[in-house]
C-alpha cells in the first residue's frame, strides 16, 4: 500500500528531480523543554606540596562537608543553605543534576544563580591543623588549570570557611572544576 499526499514533478515530465516537501502543510514541531539541570562539584584533597596543584598521588579527604549556599534575593550575602554533600573516599562531592543530588528538599541549583560553596576550616574530617593550600595556583594555558587547582580560598570571602563563589553554569551543563586543598 502507499499514499501519495501530492505528486511531485516526474523526471521524465522534462521536470527536475523529483522532490518532496512539508506534504501536510502543518510546518515544524518544536519540543517546548524546561532548561537540563545543572551539576556543581568535585574533589576535595591533601596538598602534600603544598603548591596548590593536584598532582598524581596526593590523597582525597573523605567525609568532609562541603555546603552550597544560594543568593536567592540577589544581595551578595549567600544566606540560604541549598544543600550540603560529604566527600566520598575519592574526595568527591556534587550538587544537583538530574536528582537533585545532596539537595535540601524544595531546593534547586538552578542556570545563571548565584551560589556559594563553603569548608569549614574547624572540620572534623581534616586533619588537626589542616588551612587551605594556595588558590588558583595551576599554571594558565592547557586548558586543564581549573580542574587541576584549588579554587578555595583562606576564610577571605567567609570568616571561618574555605569558599568559593560562582554563578551556577548554564541548563544542562556539568561544571566539575570546584576544588578544594588542605595541607
Known amino acids: ?10 523526471p521524465e515530465q522534462g521536470l527536475p528531480d523529483p522532490w518532496l516537501g512539508k506534504a501536510n502543510g502543518l510546518g515544524d514541531l518544536e519540543p517546548l523543554c524546561a532548561p537540563g539541570p545543572v551539576e556543581l562539584g568535585n574533589r ?13 598521588g596526593e590523597p582525597p579527604l573523605e567525609g568532609v562537608a562541603v555546603q552550597l ?5 540577589g544581595n ?11 566527600t566520598d573516599t575519592e574526595g568527591q562531592y556534587y550538587f544537583g543534576g538530574p536528582t537533585d543530588r545532596n539537595l535540601l528538599p524544595g531546593r534547586q541549583l538552578l542556570p545563571g544563580q548565584p551560589v556559594e560553596l563553603r569548608v569549614s576550616l574547624g572540620d ?10 594556595v588558590k588558583d595556583a595551576a599554571p594558565a ?3 586543564f588549570d581549573d580542574e587541576r587547582d584549588s579554587d578555595g ?12 563563589r560562582l554563578t551556577a553554569p548554564a541548563g544542562g551543563t556539568v561544571d566539575h572544576s570546584r576544588d578544594f586543598g588542605f595541607h
Open 153 to 164: 580560598d583562606s576564610g577571605q570571602l567567609r570568616p571561618g570557611f574555605s569558599s568559593i
Open 124 to 133: 572534623p574530617a581534616l586533619p588537626a591543623g589542616f588551612v587551605p593550600t
Open 76 to 86: 551578595g550575602s549567600y544566606e540560604t543553605l541549598l544543600g550540603t554533600a560529604l
Open 1 to 10: 500500500r502507499s499514499y501519495e499526499i501530492y505528486q511531485s514533478p516526474r
Open 141 to 143: 594555558g592547557d586548558g
Open 69 to 73: 549556599w544560594g543568593d536567592l534575593d
Open 44 to 56: 576535595v584533597w591533601h596538598d602534600v606540596d603544598r603548591d596548590g596543584v593536584q598532582d598524581a
